[in-house]
C-alpha cells in the first residue's frame, strides 16, 4: 500500500439538535473537535421519509402540469 494518501481518521463529537451527543471517527475537524448538526437526520422528513405532502404555493404544479402535462417520451 502506499503511504501517506489516505486520510487521518481521528475521534469527534457529533452533537445533534435535541442535544444528544455521540463519538464516531472522521477526517473532519481535529482531534477532539464537535460538530453541530443544524438539520438532525433523526427528525428531518429528508431521512425519515416524511409527509410526502407537496404544497402548491400560488398553484405553481397546477400551471406546470398544464403546460407540459402533455409531454411524453415515445418514440
Request: hydrophobic share 30%.
Amino acid at each position: 500500500m502506499k503511504k501517506d494518501i489516505h486520510p487521518d481518521y481521528h475521534m469527534i463529537t457529533v452533537k445533534m439538535t435535541d442535544g444528544t451527543e455521540y463519538q464516531t471517527r472522521s477526517t473532519w475537524g481535529k482531534e477532539g473537535d464537535t460538530m453541530t448538526l443544524e438539520i438532525d437526520p433523526t427528525a428531518h422528513p429528508a431521512w425519515t421519509g416524511g409527509t410526502g405532502r407537496l404544497l402548491d404555493a400560488g398553484g405553481q404544479v397546477a400551471k406546470f402540469n398544464k403546460r407540459f402535462g402533455g409531454l411524453s417520451l415515445k418514440r
